[in-house]
């Protein structure tokens, strides 16, 4: 691209890592073009809190990331947990397209097994951990703000108030679970209502939020 395409492209608000065409997450670089979210720092929290449990887990733990988007949490996942057997899905075979591109790159291809369908509906054996940084904006908030004009609108606007689709993933989750088992799923920072709302979904489960470094609600915990 030219220097002069760039600056206008730039200056129409087309955000720098689709110019550029790559997005640091966790100390890494990732392809990124129009076809998925771009990576958010806050989402290294879901990466974070997981690696917090690794010296726990079971031999060949199975965790899956759904919405994968650009893959940056599955294959961080395959990066830092070399015997964990990891899932990824994604209801856009765009979005499949950019995360296999990104896995090829890291060599972690093999490590990852990756299914285009909505949300668990492609999952047929039960996994250990389930995490998630599923579309939470609301449409309302979405069409107010500018700078998320020329990301997927898909990748970004939840269902229903914002917290539809991750309501929905919740109630497909319970039979997928192992016992122990755990989800992790990034929120918005006022959706902590998703706590009551997790726990009349999952009965029995024990459910709390991780707070930021701005002390806001991120990610939505549950243990199973
Ligand atoms: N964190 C993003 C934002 O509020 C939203 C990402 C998402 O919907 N998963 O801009």
Redesign the pocket.
């Given at each position: 691209m030219e220097f002069a395409d760039w600056t206008r492209r730039r200056s129409q608000g087309v955000p720098l890592a689709y110019l550029r065409q790559w997005q640091e997450f966790f100390g890494r670089r990732f392809f990124v073009d129009q076809r998925v979210?771009i990576p958010?720092p806050?989402?290294e929290l879901l990466i974070e809190e997981t690696l917090r449990f690794a010296p726990d887990f079971p031999e060949n733990v199975r965790i899956i990331d759904v919405g994968t988007g650009s893959g940056c949490v599955a294959i961080s996942l395959a990066l830092e947990l070399p015997k964990a057997q990891l899932f990824a899905t994604d209801i856009s075979p765009d979005a499949l397209t950019v995360a296999e591109r990104n896995a090829n790159a890291f060599k972690v291809h093999d490590r990852i097994c990756f299914l285009t369908g909505d949300l668990l509906i492609p999952i047929q054996q039960k996994v250990d951990w389930i995490l998630a940084?599923?579309?939470?904006?609301a449409a309302q908030r979405w069409q107010q703000?500018l700078s998320?004009a020329y990301e997927p609108r898909a990748?970004?606007?939840?269902e229903g108030d914002g917290t539809g689709t991750i309501c929905r993933l919740l109630r497909q989750a319970l039979p997928l679970l192992n016992h122990p088992g755990r989800m992790l799923l990034?929120i918005?920072e006022d959706q902590g209502g998703l706590v009551k709302k997790a726990q009349s979904l999952l009965p029995g489960a024990e459910v709390d939020l991780l707070l930021d470094l701005a002390g806001l609600p991120r990610l939505l915990r549950i243990v199973v």
């Amino acid at each position: 691209m030219e220097f002069a395409d760039w600056t206008r492209r730039r200056s129409q608000g087309v955000p720098l890592a689709y110019l550029r065409q790559w997005q640091e997450f966790f100390g890494r670089r990732f392809f990124v073009d129009q076809r998925v979210l771009i990576p958010r720092p806050e989402t290294e929290l879901l990466i974070e809190e997981t690696l917090r449990f690794a010296p726990d887990f079971p031999e060949n733990v199975r965790i899956i990331d759904v919405g994968t988007g650009s893959g940056c949490v599955a294959i961080s996942l395959a990066l830092e947990l070399p015997k964990a057997q990891l899932f990824a899905t994604d209801i856009s075979p765009d979005a499949l397209t950019v995360a296999e591109r990104n896995a090829n790159a890291f060599k972690v291809h093999d490590r990852i097994c990756f299914l285009t369908g909505d949300l668990l509906i492609p999952i047929q054996q039960k996994v250990d951990w389930i995490l998630a940084n599923l579309p939470y904006v609301a449409a309302q908030r979405w069409q107010q703000e500018l700078s998320l004009a020329y990301e997927p609108r898909a990748a970004l606007v939840g269902e229903g108030d914002g917290t539809g689709t991750i309501c929905r993933l919740l109630r497909q989750a319970l039979p997928l679970l192992n016992h122990p088992g755990r989800m992790l799923l990034e929120i918005g920072e006022d959706q902590g209502g998703l706590v009551k709302k997790a726990q009349s979904l999952l009965p029995g489960a024990e459910v709390d939020l991780l707070l930021d470094l701005a002390g806001l609600p991120r990610l939505l915990r549950i243990v199973v």
